[in-house]
Antibody
Framework: EVQLVESGGGLVKPGGSLRLSCAAS????????MNWVRQAPGKGLEWVSS????????YYADSVKGRFTISRDNAKNSLYLQMNSLRAEDTAVYYC????????????WGQGTLVTVSS | EIVMTQSPATLSVSPGERATLSCRAS??????LAWYQQKPGQAPRLLIY???TRATGIPARFSGSGSGTEFTLTISSLQSEDFAVYYC???????????FGPGTKVDIK
C-alpha cells in the first residue's frame, strides 16, 4: 500500500524557517517524481514544487521561488521542503504527492501538515 | 501562466441525479487535464487523468471528457459519498507550471 506521511509543520514567526519531510513507503520511491502542494485555510489547491526521480529536474511556483528548496533522499525514501523567509500568506496545509507521469498528475497524496506563519 | 476556471462554483444535486461540472483553460492544455475529489479534512484524491482516463479504483459513474480548453466531469448518478469539492488541474506546460481550478462544491439539494 502506498503511503505518504508528512511531518514538520507548526507555528513559525514571519521571516522564520521550517523544514517539512515526507516519508514514503509501499512503492519504489526512486522511480517517481514527487511534489508539494499547499492549501490555505478554506481555499483551493496551489502547486508549490516538483522534483524528478533522480533530482535532475526541480521546479517551483513563482510564489515560492528563491525562498523554498525541494530535495529528496532516495536512500531514505524521503522528500523534503526547506522553507525560508516565511510569510503570513504561506500559511497552509502542505501535502506531498506522487507524480504518476513525468511530473503530474498526482496519484497519491499524504494527509498533509499544517504550517502557520504568525507573530 | 495557464488560468483554470470552473463552473458552477456550487452545484446542488439530489442523490441519484446526474452532475455535470465544467473546467476551462485560458489556453490549450491538450489532454493534460486531471480531476480530483476532496472531502472535508481529507487530502485530494485523483479521479481522472488525461482528460478521460479513470484512475485506479474510481467507479465507472465518474467520467471525463474534453480536450484543448474545455473539459467536463460527469457523475452519472450521485451517491452520498460523492458530495465533495472537485478540482481540475492542468499539467501541460514544460517546464511545469501546474495550475488548479478554484473548485466546484457539489452539495446535497
Amino acid at each position: 500500500e502506498v503511503q505518504l506521511v508528512e511531518s514538520g509543520g507548526g507555528l513559525v514567526k514571519p521571516g522564520g524557517s521550517l523544514r517539512l519531510s515526507c516519508a514514503a513507503s509501499g512503492f519504489t520511491f526512486s522511480s517517481y517524481s514527487m511534489n508539494w502542494v499547499r492549501q490555505a485555510p478554506g481555499k483551493g489547491l496551489e502547486w508549490v514544487s516538483s522534483i524528478s526521480s533522480s533530482s535532475s529536474y526541480i521546479y517551483y511556483a513563482d510564489s515560492v521561488k528563491g525562498r523554498f528548496t525541494i530535495s529528496r533522499d532516495n536512500a531514505k525514501n524521503s522528500l523534503y521542503l526547506q522553507m525560508n523567509s516565511l510569510r503570513a500568506e504561506d500559511t497552509a496545509v502542505y501535502y506531498c504527492a506522487r507524480g504518476a507521469e513525468a511530473v503530474a498528475p498526482f496519484d497519491y497524496w499524504g494527509q498533509g501538515t499544517l504550517v502557520t506563519v504568525s507573530s | 501562466e495557464i488560468v483554470m476556471t470552473q463552473s458552477p462554483a456550487t452545484l446542488s444535486v439530489s442523490p441519484g441525479e446526474r452532475a455535470t461540472l465544467s473546467c476551462r483553460a485560458s489556453q490549450s492544455v491538450s489532454s493534460n487535464l486531471a480531476w480530483y475529489q476532496q472531502k472535508p479534512g481529507q487530502a485530494p484524491r485523483l479521479l481522472i487523468y488525461g482528460a478521460s482516463t479513470r484512475a485506479t479504483g474510481i467507479p465507472a459513474r465518474f467520467s471525463g471528457s474534453g480536450s484543448g480548453t474545455e473539459f467536463t466531469l460527469t457523475i452519472s448518478s450521485l451517491q452520498s459519498e460523492d458530495f465533495a469539492v472537485y478540482y481540475c488541474q492542468q499539467y501541460n506546460n514544460w517546464p511545469p507550471r501546474i495550475t488548479f481550478g478554484p473548485g466546484t462544491k457539489v452539495d446535497i439539494k
